[in-house]
T-cell receptor, first 116, second 110 residues
Framework: GAVVSQHPSRVICKSGTSVKIECRSL??????MFWYRQFPKQSLMLMAT?????????EQGVEKDKFLINHASLTLSTLTVTSAHPEDSSFYIC????????????FGPGTRLTVL | GDSVTQMEGPVTLSEEAFLTINCTYT??????LFWYVQYPGEGLQLLLK?????DKGSNKGFEATYRKETTSFHLEKGSVQVSDSAVYFC?????????FGAGTRLFVKA
């Protein structure tokens, strides 16, 4: 149980284009989803927290107009990197948390974005 | 603010050696503590957790005890295998925010 998927697993795009990454909880309802960014050989940095049906809460320094997050249902959240640039190349990982009050997060397998 | 500090890697061990990866934390309140493992090119997998002082989390031969008096949550395994080679992250969750340590890379040689 508690499986989280991400799609796509890898994406290569041209500079200036937008890329959408999907995060799905497959066997549970995720009241909260988190988006992280991980640079090579570094830890995860929380980008934003989203609750179903409400606006995402972004961490300091994360541009909300560049990284659009939508949490339209209890099983799906999307991250759209708008007008991507090479410095946006990174490993993006989502996680999902189930019942309200639980603090265990279940992580997706990650999406490697390369912007040329 | 809250923080997590892990021992720097990489840690290189021979198969069947004893493993300890140190993790200490600072936090207000009473956070839950976690260890995650990340294999190359993959996301994080929950390895074990502890939600209150003196709790011991254990899984797949790994264990860690929530020590409030020393604010520590050290990861241990009695006999590592080559397949344990990965990056291990210590983290805490408090107030619905999760903070990760920098990660410790483990190499196990046959």
């Amino acid at each position: 149980g508690a499986v989280v998927s991400q799609h796509p697993s890898r994406v290569i795009c041209k500079s200036g284009t937008s890329v959408k990454i999907e995060c799905r909880s497959l066997d549970f309802q995720a009241t909260t989803m988190f988006w992280y960014r991980q640079f090579p050989k570094q830890s995860l940095m929380l980008m934003a927290t989203s609750n179903e049906g409400s606006k995402a809460t972004y961490e300091q320094g994360v541009e909300k107009d560049k990284f659009l997050i939508n949490h339209a249902s209890l099983t799906l959240s999307t991250l759209t990197v708008t007008s991507a640039h090479p410095e946006d190349s990174s490993f993006y990982i989502c996680s999902a948390s189930g019942e309200v009050g639980t603090d265990t997060q279940y992580f997706g397998p990650g999406t490697r974005l390369t912007v040329l | 603010g809250d923080s997590v500090t892990q021992m720097e890697g990489p840690v290189t061990l021979s198969e069947e050696a004893f493993l300890t990866i140190n993790c200490t934390y600072t936090a207000t309140g009473y956070p839950s503590l976690f260890w995650y493992v990340q294999y190359p090119g993959e996301g994080l997998q929950l390895l074990l957790k502890a939600t209150k002082a003196d709790d011991k989390g254990s899984n797949k031969g790994f264990e860690a005890t929530y020590r409030k008096e020393t604010t520590s949550f050290h990861l241990e395994k009695g006999s590592v295998q080559v397949s344990d080679s990965a990056v291990y992250f210590c983290s805490l969750t408090g107030g619905f925010k999760t903070i990760f340590g920098a990660g410790t890379r483990l190499f196990v040689k046959a």
